[in-house]
């Protein structure tokens, strides 16, 4: 079955910098889209980034320029470098597959940017 582990959320100053992972398994992770969302506490889950499987990348307008999107297929992995991080960014980090029509989602990861 499809399976996907987030890990790397931590607290972090602001201005500080993460790379959250997220481990697939159960599909064929090389074929898929994989993308990054977030929740803060009280509010609706966001879009954060996207991967196709041919590497291009999408960002909305909004976090762009702060957040990039990797994936290794050789290791089923998708991640995301955040810099600049502000308090702002606090939130569940969640990792995403759409395989065969089912949205597939982590258990997430908790960053907190605070001093």
């Known amino acids: 079955q499809v399976q996907l582990v987030e890990s790397g959320g931590d607290l972090v100053q602001p201005g500080g910098s993460l790379r959250l992972s997220c481990a697939a398994s159960?599909?064929?992770?090389?074929?898929?889209?994989m993308s990054w969302y977030r929740q803060a506490p009280g509010e609706e889950r966001q879009w954060v980034a996207s991967?196709?499987?041919?590497?291009?990348?999408s960002y909305p307008e909004a976090m762009q320029g702060r957040f990039t999107i990797s994936r290794d297929n050789a290791e089923n992995r998708v991640f995301l470098l955040m810099i600049s991080l502000k308090p702002e960014d606090t939130a569940v980090y969640y990792c995403?597959?759409?395989?065969?029509?089912?949205?597939?989602w982590g258990q997430g990861t908790q960053v907190t940017v605070s001093s």
């Open positions: 991967i196709f499987s041919d590497g291009t990348k």
């Open positions: 995403k597959a759409y395989v065969r029509g089912t949205a597939y």
């Open positions: 159960g599909f064929t992770f090389s074929s898929y889209t």
